[in-house]
């Protein structure tokens, strides 16, 4: 390892990653050690001041685009040589746990930090993206600020998402653009010469395996779906159930027909209903109209396809009293990350003796969208037990730190080549 690459991962600071870490766990803390920070809330605006504040502070450049991604750039003595790029998300799930995303935008940070106090130049920029509303919980679907930089998904396109509430996303984004520090802007698609995101795993392979790093060679392919079922409200004591048009009963039955085709002696398939809005929602009305989601993940390209398939005949058969509306809100195909950035970071682990194995990503991550535009691959680091999306999803301060040192090394060979 080059001996300013050393000094910059020996600058890698423990204390200072965990204490950053747990005071954006204070924004947006619910009972039970959890963070809700959804995307384009108060508590995302309040969490962007504070990333804001931290940059600036060391004298990082800061920037955001269309979609309210936020970048923190650290300057190369290349003027035309594209930024390597590091990152992940501030929001959270709904009940989210204290390490999803944040430590992937914190750990990029605590490299640019360190980088920066070794006095290290490098060819291209180094920058820290925050991503918006990757988590997908509150405007569906997912990964969306990735989707949308990198052009995968039109800006015009998410706008017109509502909440459960019915707020536009355009106008959440519009008030938190408008309550974040003025800084300068960033165009879509900006070029990016390589991106690796730094995350827990929010599985159990390294821990069971004693391994602190997870080199981490692409993603699982998945697909998202609205489904909406329209029926006819009714009086549930007076109206005989034979002539009901029951838009509950037949989203019952249109979900359990999901069920009987994903079903996988293997148990590879991932089939999840995560949310179901009831419209008029009461004891004693029938209901009229239900949405619920749909979320099915497969490794394998022509079986993710064959079930995105069919999704909508099984949810038509299924509903046999009401009329279904299907609508795909997310196709995103297995991805495979750059050969050339997993050894990279497989050296960075080698050279920091750090026992690492090489293994997919079950969860998605805006790694997928940067891996159609540059050279990309990911970084894990073990969770308790695996488990995310939880209130009890938790992380140790030493490997949490270990996977920054990595990040670091692996930051300062691909932003001097
Ligand atoms: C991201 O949180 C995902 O749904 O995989
Ligand atoms: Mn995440
Ligand atoms: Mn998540």
């Known amino acids: 390892m080059r001996e300013d690459t050393q000094d910059a991962v020996n600058r890698v600071d423990q204390a200072r990653l965990w204490q950053r870490l747990m005071r954006m766990a204070e924004i947006g803390a619910i009972p039970g050690n959890s963070v809700n920070r959804a995307a384009f809330s108060r508590e995302d605006v309040e969490a962007r001041k504070v990333l804001i504040s931290w940059a600036r502070a060391r004298g990082f450049a800061v920037a955001a685009d269309a979609i309210g991604n936020l970048f923190v750039r650290r300057a190369g003595t290349d003027p035309h040589a594209a930024p390597v790029m590091t990152g992940s998300h501030m929001d959270s799930q709904p009940r989210g746990g204290r390490f999803d995303g944040i430590y992937g935008v914190l750990a990029g940070l605590e490299a640019l930090e360190a980088i920066d106090e070794a006095g290290a130049s490098t060819r291209h920029p180094i920058e820290v993206v925050a991503w918006s509303n990757e988590e997908g919980g ?36 519009a008030e938190t653009l408008a309550s974040t520090p003025a800084v300068d802007t960033r165009e879509l698609n900006a070029p990016a010469a390589a991106y690796i995101e730094a995350h827990i795993e929010q599985g159990p392979l390294l821990e069971q395996e004693d391994k602190t790093i997870g080199v981490v060679t692409g993603i699982q392919g998945l697909r998202w779906f ?15 159930v034979g002539g009901r048009k029951d ?63 069919a999704v909508e005949p099984a ?59 540059c050279p990309t691959a990911m970084i894990f680091v073990p969770c308790e037990r695996g488990i995310s999306h939880n209130e009890a999803e938790n992380a140790k301060p030493e490997d949490l730190a270990a996977g920054a040192r990595v990040l670091t090394a692996a930051l300062l060979e691909l932003a001097n080549r």
Request: glycine share 6%.
């Open 138 to 173: 509150r405007f569906a679907p997912c990964t969306m600020g990735s989707a949308v930089h990198t052009r995968a998904r039109a800006l015009d396109d998410v706008l017109a998402v509502t909440d459960n509430e019915g707020i536009a996303l355009g106008h959440a984004l």
């Open 226 to 240: 609205n489904v909406e079922v329209f029926g006819e409200t009714a009086h549930a004591g007076t109206t005989p």
């Open 247 to 309: 838009a509950l009963r037949d989203s019952i039955a249109a979900i359990n027909a999901l069920h009987a085709l994903t079903k996988d002696d293997t148990d590879t398939v991932r089939f999840t209903i995560g949310r179901m809005l009831v419209i008029p929602n009461s004891p004693n009305s029938v209901a009229s109209h239900v949405l619920f989601s749909v979320d099915v993940r497969h490794p394998d390209p022509a079986t993710i396809a064959r079930l995105g398939e």
């Open 315 to 373: 949810v038509r058969n299924a509903a046999q009293h009401c009329t279904v509306k299907v609508t795909p809100t997310l196709h995103d195909d297995p991805c495979a990350f750059d050969p050339g950035v997993v050894d990279c970071i497989e050296r960075a682990a080698q050279a920091l003796k750090l026992p690492h194995r090489r293994m997919p990503s079950g969860a998605s991550h805006d790694a997928m969208y940067m891996a159609r535009v």
